[in-house]
């Protein structure tokens, strides 16, 4: 952990503008952690040195920090210095489902968005050096998804399924992404069932295409995980248009 004394920062005044000085105050602390590299548990300088360094009050500086904290990129405890976290995923995952109801934003824009996302995770699992690790990491959620009872409990599997495949592809920027999606892909979820609710063999299917992809994925053949993904989510939403056309993976798959 880097020592909460920074010498060098008095030396550094860059006085900021006067609007919106707390908001100003917020970037430069964010510039200041980019700048230093601290990470997460590294401690920021006092109030009174940031105060200094950027021309403002230490009310304001406060207030930065607040925002921050806010926002979980700080950690502030009662009499005890200031800290960088480790932002959760939660963050960005509520930012998307206020925007959501705001902007009007429909299930079937986040299911494009969404399969963009899970072709490449599909893609980049299948070409995780550990292929027993391949086999194991998705069988929790497809047994789960085999085992569910009711709707709820098999969403939560399904949801698990492409997390774990998340997972596997060692992209962190992809994982962060798909975890921040969670809620809204588990609404969408919900959704999608009700309009293909009338189809005898929708469970089914849907296991079948997460067992396609699972397969692809412990083989190590990327374009089948490929090909297996947008299956899924061409017959899971056959009203939205994702830009694929797969017909004869439609056949192989299924």
């Not at 060098?8 to 700048?35: G, K, N």
């Not at 502030?76 to 200031?82: K, M, N, P, V």
């Not at 849907?206 to 993904?229: F, K, S, Y």
Request: net charge negative; hydrophobic share 50%.
């Amino acid at each position: 952990m880097k020592s909460s004394r920074h010498p060098h920062y008095t030396a550094r005044v860059s006085t900021l503008p006067r609007s919106s000085l707390s908001d100003q105050a917020a970037e430069a602390i964010l510039a200041l952690i980019d700048e230093d590299d601290l990470g997460a548990g590294d401690a920021l300088p006092a109030a009174g040195e940031l105060a200094k360094r950027f021309g403002v009050s230490v009310v304001v500086v406060r207030e930065a920090i607040a925002a921050l904290a806010g926002r979980g990129i700080l950690v502030r405890s009662q009499g005890r210095e200031t800290v960088v976290g480790r932002p959760g995923a939660e963050i960005l995952d509520s930012i998307l489902r206020v925007r959501m109801r705001q902007d009007g934003i429909a299930v079937d824009e986040f299911q494009q968005c969404r399969a963009a996302l899970e072709a490449q995770s599909a893609v980049l699992a299948a070409t995780a050096p550990d292929a027993a690790a391949r086999a194991a990491a998705l069988t929790p959620a497809l047994d789960a998804m085999r085992a569910a009872q009711d709707l709820d409990a098999f969403r939560e599997a399904d949801l698990a399924f492409h997390l774990a495949l998340a997972g596997l592809a060692g992209n962190q920027a992809l994982l962060l992404l798909l975890e921040a999606l969670n809620t809204v892909v588990s609404h969408s979820l919900g959704e999608l069932w009700r309009r293909i609710a009338d189809r005898d063999d929708a469970l089914a299917r849907t296991i079948a295409h997460h067992e396609a992809i699972a397969a692809a994925v412990a083989g190590g053949d990327r374009d089948a995980a490929a090909r297996a993904m947008a299956v899924h989510f061409l017959e899971s939403a056959p009203d939205v248009d994702y830009g694929i056309v797969a017909p004869a993976a439609a056949g192989a798959t299924t």
